[in-house]
């Protein structure tokens, strides 16, 4: 077994840095802490769709300039949540075009009067495009739903005798073939079948394109001088952990930078001084995924402090990040984590649920996380798009492993793989870098979803982002996953990992579990032949309505899918002991999708519910997780009933 790419991504040092973001500014998670405060604006929202044919009368009449309120009538919207599934009205659930969410903010005094204080207004995620106004200035524009955008309001609230503020967001929801994920317009022109100016949203993608304001709104302070960035990459050499850091300010030229590192129990193992250098911790507790270890998913804390001395006297600024050290690398057949085979066991999500659409919930997050726990599953993928950084977060916490997404679903247009397209990928993949690049949960990322990689220029095109995506970050490898059932793949020769789709007996020789085995094994040998590379079979299930049962198994009942799952894991466990290094079941749960005959009422391809409620095969994935696990060499035999998901953990 060679191992021609480990140590690619253990080799660190300060010089790492050098490929900087073209992005401009950091996106540390707000924090409250001495220097900082934090006020959530969660809740309701006035909203109102654009229902004019041209979907710009709010910008004809410039709703963003009074209350939402005087500019016509407004419904109540939560926030986060998607728009479509909260209420009654059809045309609302299908809409597309520009919506408008409007709230008025409260602001303490200190934010408003204290000249030394930066207000800044962050966006978790608004699908798809977005432009802020305050109290009727435009503040900031992003494109792409599932990443945070920041706009510094400090002079609008500070500029008069106000003592709260009002945010404005236009959303538009439309894809086309430039965006990511890409769709398309279809104009119906046939006055005989459609009605004049009907349009429909056309897409390559099976979830439902759910829109609104889908993480929380914040409102957070630093000083005016500040820690915008820090960036945290460890490694190990014998028992001691390394932890290089390097740190942005912005504000002033000459700040005295200082960091501590505290363990788990709060001491501080290791300090250093100045905005780069290696912290070295003697017999270091590693971060395990938390399967692999007794003590997995340990933490310590980066304190960095700030000072500067200005005209106005001294300013100070505190900054707490969650760190892991722990170590990535592949080899031509293994997946490393902190030197060790990690076999990835685990699922696929959405961020999917019953009336709020792809709106984060904080008891959805926790009964997800009790779930995999109890399937005994150590790994996801964020499948299709980045989640939020609070399941990223609670990821570190647990010792749940990530295979992190961008959202490049459904690329198959030629015009979708053109330099417009290319440019604004590379953007998503350093905007994604930029918010993800500290958590140790993360282990790969995953640039796209089964993009047409035999047309000619996907070539180009995913050599392209892939290369980027590994300057950005060189510790961690990078791959795209692929439906191409028999490697003959454009993008594959630059990925690390081979990541692979199919659905053998459910979209090809549908009912026929017995060629499962001999397509499922053509598929890896001829992988591997190919690229000797390790193999994830990133995608595998079958559609299954719960409460259905056939005996012998027929399509859609609850003992096909039990069927093809086992005809799948037969051929899994021959090939994991050469060089299959993952398995990850299609789905978690049931999703929505957009309506069509294929579908009933969504995507039936979860082992849950959407309601997360079990089908069988979930216990069945569940006694072969728990099997895998205990299998795992490198960890003391863990009991099902230790992980229950129903033991109480602290968030
Ligand atoms: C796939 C896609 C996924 C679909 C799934 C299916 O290959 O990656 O987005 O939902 O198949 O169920 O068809």
Request: with cysteine.
């Amino acid at each position: 077994m060679g191992a021609r790419r480990a140590g690619a991504w253990t080799a660190l040092g300060p010089l790492l840095w050098g490929c900087a973001l073209a992005l401009r500014g950091g996106m540390l998670y707000p924090r409250e802490g001495p220097s900082r405060e934090r006020k959530d604006l969660d809740g309701l929202w006035s909203f109102r769709a654009d229902l004019s044919d041209s979907r710009r009368l709010g910008f004809e009449q410039q709703w963003y300039r009074r209350p939402l309120r005087e500019s016509g009538p407004t419904l109540d919207m939560p926030v986060p949540s998607s728009f479509n599934d909260v209420g009654q009205d059809a045309q609302l659930r299908n809409f597309v075009g520009w919506v408008w969410y409007e709230r008025e903010a409260v602001l303490p005094q200190r934010w408003t009067q204290d000249l030394g204080t930066r207000v800044v207004l962050r966006i978790g995620s608004a699908h798809y495009y977005a432009i802020v106004w305050v109290n009727g200035v435009h503040v900031a524009e992003h494109e792409g739903g599932h990443l945070p955008f920041e706009a510094d309001i400090s002079k609008l609230v500070q500029s008069g005798p106000l003592s709260s503020c009002r945010i404005t967001v236009a959303i538009n929801n439309t894809l086309t073939p430039h965006t990511l994920p890409p769709g398309t317009i279809l104009y119906k022109t046939d006055t005989s079948k459609y009605p004049k100016g009907y349009f429909v949203q056309d897409i390559n993608f099976d979830f439902f394109n759910y829109a609104g304001l889908h993480r929380s709104v914040i409102l957070y302070t630093t000083p005016t001088t500040y820690i915008d960035d820090i960036t945290v990459i460890t490694g190990v050499d014998q028992d001691i952990g390394l932890v290089n850091y390097q740190i942005l300010t912005q504000g002033s030229e000459h700040v005295r930078l200082e960091v501590r590192l505290l363990d788990a129990e709060g001491r501080e193992v290791a300090r250093g001084t100045g905005g780069q250098g290696q912290l070295q911790v003697p017999a270091a507790h590693l971060w395990w995924p938390y399967l692999m270890h007794e003590h997995p998913a340990y933490l310590y804390s980066l304190e960095v402090s700030m000072t500067a001395q200005m005209d106005a006297g001294p300013v100070s600024d505190f900054y707490a990040l969650p760190v892991g050290i722990r170590t990535v690398a592949v080899t031509e057949s293994q997946f490393l984590i902190n030197g060790k085979p990690f076999y990835f066991h685990g699922v696929n999500k959405h961020e999917d649920a019953d009336v709020r659409g792809k709106g984060f919930d904080w008891p959805l997050l926790v009964k997800d996380f009790n779930l995999l726990r109890w399937l005994g599953a150590n790994a996801f993928r964020t499948s299709h798009y980045p989640y939020a950084e609070e399941v990223m977060q609670l990821c570190d916490r647990q010792g749940v492993v990530v295979i992190d997404e961008c959202p490049g679903v459904g690329i198959v247009l030629p015009q979708s793989f053109g330099n417009a397209s290319l440019q604004h990928h590379l953007r998503v993949m350093e905007e994604l870098v930029r918010r993800d690049k500290n958590h140790p949960a993360v282990v790969m990322w995953s640039v796209a979803n089964e993009p047409s990689s035999f047309l000619k220029p996907a070539g180009y095109y995913l050599k392209t982002v892939i290369a980027h995506t590994k300057a950005l970050d060189p510790t961690r490898p990078v791959t795209y996953v692929t439906n191409s059932n028999y490697a003959a793949d454009l993008g594959a020769p630059y990925v690390d990992v081979i990541c692979v789709n199919s659905y053998y007996s459910w979209y090809h020789d549908y009912g026929h579990l017995e060629v499962v085995q001999l397509q499922l094994r053509t598929q890896f040998e001829s992988w591997y032949r190919t690229y000797q590379k390790p193999i994830i079979q990133s995608e595998y299930g079958a559609e299954t309505i719960a409460g259905f049962h056939e005996d012998p198994p027929l399509m859609f009942s609850e003992e096909y899918q039990k069927s093809l799952l086992e005809q799948y894991h037969l051929v899994l466990d021959q090939k994991r002991k050469e060089y299959v290094v993952g398995e990850l079941i299609w789905n978690f749960a049931d999703f929505m999708t957009n309506q069509s005959p294929q579908r009933a009422l969504g995507n039936k391809k979860g082992i849950f519910t959407r309601q997360r409620q079990p089908k069988s095969a979930a216990f069945l994935l569940r006694d072969r997780y728990w099997k895998l696990a205990n299998e795992t060499r490198y960890h003391r035999s863990v009991a099902k009933s230790q992980c229950l998901g129903n033991s109480p953990f602290t968030l």
